[in-house]
């Protein structure tokens, strides 16, 4: 089974079929650190400040990792003594990770651990939550390979939380992978199957080819489990021809190691045992250049190879093999590693009639087992899922709570500004509603008013017109009487009789006519201008008589008012029609009351 940790470019991967872990950090500083060693050491010399130095010296450290351990780590110590008596805290996380990745590969994983707890103690105060997350992931995974899977899976599941809260989904595919192992560990193999499922899915989407490849190969791990060695075995070659493209010859070497198991599981001993020899040959071919802690991978292929020959009855061989794989695992306290080769050499020691050797390993083996099952580790495994899995509904719950809340409350926000637009719009239409009713009344007041005040000088005018009428027949009369006077008898009043006559006329002539223009102007104010507008060629005597039309007056009372005749009358309204460009039927009364 392979589980993965990505930390800056420091890929660190673990295998181990039939619950044997094989912890395999590689470093991946081939491109990043291929500096020459001279130009780093002058880099060193030729920084000015201390944090310049320390990170001149981590560079050192990191580029003498695939060459020389003791060099990078004497590098490392610099970097973190200078760190320290400056109190460059800034450089604290980088300089414990460094220190940790050192430690792994010289087998140290205790002391890795203190380094990488240190680390991650650091990226959390300065809440740098990506490096955070790498660094949990590498705790988990050094927890799993010392069979701490509580621990482990505590840590795991802390890079999940923080990088769900983040957004970030760089290290989802390794937590997801090595979440799977736990699943695996603890035989829920339908669960670890999901779980490597989605970490495929994320290494395939970020065209993660080396991640993938180990993806793969622990789905087929788990059909391997499930007997179903067909699928198993073509999920393993696929991740070999990924392994392969890519160079990946320590992950090459782990696929052969479970297509051995593969074998195994199918009863072909001699090709499984093949099939180890020459996944330990690609691992020493290439170890130098992997940089990788030999004594996880070898107490694996060792332990493989035991079983093997121990299967083929080649008994003293596979004690010796076996023998060599119980010792490398009991270095690296991989208590599952330590059991099932101590099951096996059990067998082989009883098979070879040495009962009390046979007797003390499988002790040792039902000693082991018991560490790797014991209850309450389990009862902790069991809590943290739930613990997890309670949080993250929590989370979910309290999260929807809100989204409610807020939905909640913008409604609430949306109905009380409909409300209050609302009432600001029936407020505003009401205002509108009165201030358009009072004009509409004050306009028809005004209207009225008008109309009344027309009425009333309309009605002025007609009464002034009926006393100028009365007063005008009245004169008539007199200057009838005066007339008839028998003047024989009284010839000398004659002159003063018709001057009298004359004076009475022409006096109340032009005094009614002051008095008509007046009224009627002041009752059709712009008649004169509107009808000469027009009609420019109008005279006085025709205005009048359009005046006495307008009134609707009939040609007796004009006639009373003008001393004309009946006769003379109907002649000017004729030629008044013939100036006004009208037809014999046309209305001479209508056209000029248009004006």
Known sequence: MIFNYTRGQFRSGYAF????????????????????????????????????????????????????????????????????????????AEVYGNLGDIAVMKDSLVMALAYYNQAAQLYQEKQNYRELVKVLVVLGNINLVMENVPEALDRYLQGVQISEEH???????????????????????????????????????????????????????????????????????????????????????????????????????????????????????????????????YSQVYGNIGK?????????????????????????????????????????????????????????YKQFTDSVNNVPGLQKLIRLQMKYQSDKKMKEQVLEQKVKDLRQKRLQILYISLFITSLMIAVVMFLLFRLQKNKMKNVKLESQNLHNELDFKNKELTTNIMYLLKKNEFIITISEKLRKVDLVQHPELEPLIREVIQELEAGSSMEKWKEFEIRFQDVHKDFYQKLTAKHPDLTTNDLRLCAFIRLNMNTKEVAAITYQSVNSLVVARSRLKQKLNLSKDDSLTTYISSF
Do not use: W
């Open 308 to 364: 093997a020959l121990y299967n083929l009855n080649q008994n003293d061989k596979a004690i010796e093999y076996l023998k060599k794989g119980y010792n490398l695992a009991e270095q690296t306290h991989s208590y599952s590693a330590m059991s099932i080769t101590a099951l096996y050499l059990s067998k082989a020691y009883q098979k070879s009639n040495d009962y009390k050797s046979a007797y003390f390993n499988y002790q040792l």
């Open 17 to 92: 079929p039939r619950l044997i872990l094989i912890l395999a950090f590689i470093t991946c500083y081939h491109s990043g650190y291929s500096i020459n060693l001279d130009s780093l050491r002058n880099l060193t010399l030729k920084s000015n400040t201390i944090p310049e130095k320390i990170n001149a010296y981590l560079m050192l450290s990191k580029a003498f990792r695939k060459s020389n351990l003791d060099s990078a780590y004497f590098y490392a110590l610099k970097s973190f003594s200078m760190a320290e008596a400056e109190k460059e805290k800034a450089s604290y």
């Open 167 to 297: 957004n970030d989904r760089s290290s989802l595919g390794n937590l997801y992978n090595n979440i799977g192992i736990v699943y695996y560990q603890t035989n829920e193999k339908q669960d670890a199957l999901e779980y490597y499922s989605k970490a495929s899915k994320i290494f395939e989407e970020n065209h993660d080819s080396l991640n993938f490849a180990i993806s793969l190969q622990n789905i087929g791990i788990i059909y391997t489990f499930f007997t179903k060695l067909d699928i198993a075995r073509s999920y393993f070659e696929n991740s070999l021809n990924i392994s392969r493209k890519i160079h990946a010859y320590s992950q090459v070497a782990n696929t052969y190691q479970n297509m051995g198991d593969l074998e195994e599981r199918a009863g072909n001993y001699r090709k499984a045992l093949d099939i180890y020899e020459e996944s330990l040959e690609i691992y020493k071919m290439h170890e130098l250049n992997e940089s990788a802690p030999p004594s996880i991978f």
